[in-house]
């Protein structure tokens, strides 16, 4: 079962120059992809009516069949989109990264919050109370239009997935969302021993997590990870991975590349 909702926690208001984020913050919430297209006054009105809230990894911000409180926007580290089942076992959907928002359906239409909003990693979030939301909803009239439009690019992403996840061997899928979490979380790695095009996952994830993010087995991520491995492409170890040849990942991700029995 995911941990308690978070409680008591201190929250500050936001200004132009917010405290408690820190600069590389502010810039990824304002290069968000969504975030970046809004008009300067639309987003200085959202970033004035947040507050800043730092999470542990493991800490549950929002609960499933809960009353939804809060719209959430990612400024650093990750949150996961997770469910649970009543034998205790969890599995995490969907990651958001930095410039990432959610919640805001829940809020709007008045309905529970429909999945776990749990950290992946130490996390720097925004949070967008309901009467802040109504709040904006009414002096800003070109938020409705641009929360339609984010909830059309999450629609869009949904169907990209169903689509994969019917059509597609799990070793493109694993490409595929490896990726996005590149997208996501990646850098370039540390060590000067990788090759130039390298880049790490500045996320810990277990078989399991991607077992979850990909409705498959952990016996079945584990061999189309070594697989990978096999091939040169990853690297990497404890809980972090590191694409050696992201170039060659995409050979398998748009299926140029097959690996021994990936056709299953």
């Not at 929250?11 to 820190?22: D, S, V």
């Not at 949904?158 to 694993?174: D, G, K, N, S, Y």
Request: hydrophobic share 40%.
């Amino acid at each position: 079962m995911p941990p308690p909702p978070l409680s008591g926690a201190t929250l500050r208001p936001m200004h132009q120059h917010p405290p408690g984020l820190r600069p590389v913050e502010s810039q990824r919430i304002e290069a968000g992809p969504w975030f970046a297209g809004l008009p300067p006054g639309l987003r200085q009105a959202i970033l004035g009516q947040a507050r800043v809230q730092h999470v542990k990894r493991g800490a549950c911000l929002l609960r499933r069949g809960e009353a939804a409180t809060d719209w959430v926007g990612v400024a650093s580290g990750a949150l996961g989109l997770a469910t649970s089942w009543r034998d205790g076992r969890a599995f995490t959907l969907e990651l958001l990264g930095p410039g990432d928002w959610y919640g805001d359906i829940a809020l709007i239409d008045g309905s529970a919050v429909d999945l776990d909003i749990v950290a992946q990693a130490h996390s720097t979030v925004l949070m967008v109370s309901q009467a802040g939301l109504q709040q904006l909803l009414q002096t800003q009239p070109d938020l409705r239009h641009a929360l339609l439009q984010l909830d059309c690019r999450r629609l869009r992403h949904m169907f990209r997935r169903l689509e994969e996840l019917q059509t597609l061997p799990l070793a493109q899928r694993v490409a595929i969302k490896l990726q996005r979490l590149l997208r996501q979380f990646g850098r370039p790695p540390v060590t000067g021993m990788a090759p130039a095009s390298a880049r790490l996952i500045e996320l810990t994830l277990t078989q399991g997590d991607l077992a979850g993010l990909l409705c498959a087995s952990r016996q079945r991520i584990n061999g189309v990870l070594r697989q990978l491995q096999a091939q040169g492409i990853l690297g990497g170890s404890h809980g972090r991975i590191e694409v050696l040849q992201p170039l060659r990942l995409a050979d398998v991700a748009q299926g140029r590349l097959v690996l021994d029995g990936s056709n299953r």
